[in-house]
């Protein structure tokens, strides 16, 4: 039960996958910054309504990353077995099996949420805000993000199977890539340059479907054609997966509605800002880029958690496990700290960089400070939940406990918050988050219980 120890082959194995993956998410934060910087130069309006459309996409994309890391479970533990030469065969037949299930389902996915976005753009929006003019403005990035979906999904889940199996610098190259290609592409469109008509709200997104492809052929390209772990080819795409899908549903299914749960319910937190008002919206837009540069090496741990946890249950057993478990836990608290500075420091500067107004500014310092005190609990819980324990495949009962926190506590607090007893934006954004409170506490009896680490099989 220690949450420090001496073993440095431990942190050196989970920074090594962790630091790829989090200079991955800081380009994407990068892209997005650039974006919202962008945008933001044609007025608030304009900002709004793309952090508020993308508020919408933001759902598939969580659908995305728990249909990848539900994935990641099995494809951890089966590698693990693979490399330790337990029941070989089995494992590597089972690791393709998991992929092309995953690839089918992002498609689906990518259709169903492709024509939600074709057929009501404007009633998407009018569930963020009652601003005509926002209304109108997300419509239109909606009709140029409609294909999107579709790199989006499948590039973003093969990214994460890829990192299960230690493969981690392709993504972090191919993301550096589409960061430089989004770049010129948002300058050319949304400002007319470079020969390009000036398209505002819709060039923004145009640029994000041109990265998006960019990133997709890289790495579909790959596993495709040049991975030499997990050995998945096209024609694997139509290969039988029966023997797989009860364990399959089992394991990844969970993972997939906790996490889809989840996007409605940030969703739902987005609506109750939305309704703030423009200048709330406009902040909560800036504060979110900032927490976001915030916690990518969180994101990276906790990813490398599901990873180093799967592989070391598929290879070592139970008590190697739950001894990293415990370190886990200290990574995480001490992560939140160093995450909790940053954003004290980093603030003011950023919050300056905007072309906002005072009434904006003064709002998103708030913010800033409510994100300060909150992120310490949420890089706790987000390294134990979306990695350790969903790692030793404890993904039913993390789905129930995800949601009850989210539904039962957070919502109701801040929509009484915000509406009723009309607080600042500060305990505003504290009774939002306030799950990851109660979560933190939760996942240190949860990891002590042993409960959380289940037995998984290769199928039939």
Known sequence: MKLFKKEPEFYKTVFSLALPIALQSLIAIGVNMLDTIMVGELGEKALSSTSLANSFISIYHIFCMGLGMGASVLVSRYWGMKTAHFDEEKASVALKQTVCLMLRLAVGLASLFALITLIMPKTLMRMYTDDPEIIDLGAVYFKWSIVTYFFLGTSLVTTIVLRSVGQVRLPLFVSIGAFFVNLLANYAFIFGKLGMPRMEVAGAALGTLIARLFEAGMILGYLFIRDKKILFRIRDLFMKTGSLLGEY???????????????????????????????????????????????????????????????????????????????????????GAISALFIMIASSPIINAYNISDETKHIAHQLMNAISLIIVFRATNSI?????????????????????????????????????????????????????????????????????????????
């Open 249 to 335: 549903i089992r394991i990844s299914i969970p993972v997939l509605i906790s996490d889809g749960i989840l996007a409605i319910g940030n969703n739902s937190v987005a609506m109750v800002i939305g309704h703030l008002g423009a200048t709330f919206v406009a902040a909560n837009a800036i504060t979110n880029v900032t927490q976001q540069l915030s916690t990518v090496v969180i994101q990276g741990v906790s990813q490398a958690g599901a990873i180093v946890t799967g592989q070391t249950l598929g290879s070592e057993g139970k008590e190697k496990t739950m001894s990293q478990g415990w370190m886990f836990l200290g990574l995480g608290f001490g992560l």
């Open 384 to 460: 134990m939940t979306k990695g350790v324990l969903r790692g030793g495949g404890d993904t039913k009962m993390l789905m129930i406990t995800d949601n009850v926190f989210l539904w039962i506590l957070s919502i109701p607090l801040g929509i009484l918050a915000g509406f009723v007893f009309h607080r600042s934006a500060f305990w505003i954004y504290v009774a939002l988050k306030s799950d990851d409170i109660v979560k933190t506490i939760w996942c240190v009896f949860r990891l002590k219980s042993e409960k959380w680490i289940k037995k998984i099989s290769t199928g039939k």
